[in-house]
C-alpha cells in the first residue's frame, strides 16, 4: 500500500523568508501524481501545486514551487517570499495514475508565519 | 465559497443519537468522497462514490453509512458512534475519478463530537 510521510509537524518561518516542507512516500507505481494541499483554519483544503511523476520539470505555481525527487521518492514544497497567509496545515497527497482516484494524505505539517 | 458545501459546520452528538452529515456540490463533478481527519494523523478516505454507485468502502465501520442520491448530494448517516469517532468529517468531489489528477474540491467540513 501507498503511503505519504510528512516529517515536519510544525514548521516557523518569518515574513518574506524562504520555507521548504518535507514529504517522502512509498510506492512501486511508476505513473502516479503528487499534491500539496493547503488548510487554514477556515478549514477549506486548497490545491496548491501538483506533479505528475512523468514529469522531469518541477511544478511551480508562482511562489511555490517543488523539488520532486523520483528516485528518492521525495516531494518537497517551497514558499518564497513567504506571507501571512501562507499561514496553515500543508498536507502532501499522493495518487496512482491509471484510473485510481484515492488520494492518500500523509499527517501534515503546520506551518507559522512570524512578522 | 468553493462549490462543496458542507452542513452542519458542527455537530455535538450523544452516543445514541442518530444524525446525517450533508455534503452538496453543483459544479457538475460525478464522484465525491468522505474523508475523516482525526488530529495528528493522515486524512483517512472513507467512502468514494462516482456516478451515484459507491466504489470503494475503506472498512469503514457500519455505525457509518453513507448515501448518494444523486451526483450532487452525498450524506453521511451516523448512528450509535463512539467518542473516538469525534473528528472533522470532510467531503470532496472531483469530475471524475479518472480525472483525479485535477484535484478535488473540498467542503469545509463537520466538526462531530461524540459525547
Known amino acids: 500500500a501507498q503511503t505519504v510521510t510528512q516529517s515536519q509537524p510544525e514548521m516557523s518561518v518569518q515574513e518574506a523568508e524562504t520555507v521548504t516542507l518535507s514529504c517522502t512516500y512509498d510506492?512501486?507505481?511508476?505513473?502516479?501524481?503528487l499534491f500539496w494541499y493547503k488548510q487554514p483554519p477556515s478549514r477549506q483544503m486548497i490545491l496548491v501545486i501538483r506533479q505528475e511523476a512523468y514529469k522531469q520539470q518541477n511544478a511551480t505555481e508562482n511562489r511555490f514551487s517543488v523539488n520532486f525527487q523520483k528516485a528518492a521518492k521525495s516531494f518537497s514544497l517551497k514558499i518564497s517570499d513567504s506571507q501571512l497567509g501562507d499561514a496553515a496545515m500543508y498536507f502532501c497527497?499522493?495518487?496512482?495514475?491509471?484510473?485510481?482516484?484515492?488520494?492518500?494524505f500523509g499527517a501534515g505539517t503546520i506551518l507559522r508565519v512570524k512578522s | 465559497e468553493t462549490g462543496v458545501t458542507q452542513t452542519p459546520r458542527h455537530l455535538v452528538m450523544g452516543m445514541t443519537n442518530k444524525k446525517s452529515l450533508k455534503c452538496e456540490q453543483h459544479?457538475?463533478?460525478?464522484?465525491m468522497y468522505w474523508y475523516k481527519q482525526s488530529a495528528k494523523k493522515p486524512l483517512e478516505l472513507m467512502f468514494v462514490y462516482n456516478f451515484k454507485e459507491q466504489t470503494e468502502n475503506n472498512s469503514v465501520p457500519s455505525r457509518f453509512s453513507p448515501e448518494c442520491p444523486n451526483s450532487s448530494h452525498l450524506f453521511l448517516h451516523l448512528h450509535t458512534l463512539q467518542p473516538e469517532d469525534s473528528a472533522l468529517y470532510l467531503c470532496?468531489?472531483?469530475?471524475?475519478?479518472?480525472?483525479?489528477?485535477?484535484?478535488?474540491?473540498f467542503g469545509s467540513g463537520t466538526r462531530l463530537t461524540v459525547v
Open positions: 459544479l457538475g463533478h460525478n464522484a
Open positions: 510506492t512501486s507505481e511508476s505513473d502516479y501524481y
Open positions: 470532496a468531489s472531483s469530475q471524475d475519478r479518472r480525472q483525479v489528477e485535477r484535484g478535488y474540491t
Open positions: 497527497a499522493y495518487r496512482r495514475g491509471g484510473g485510481g482516484n484515492k488520494l492518500v
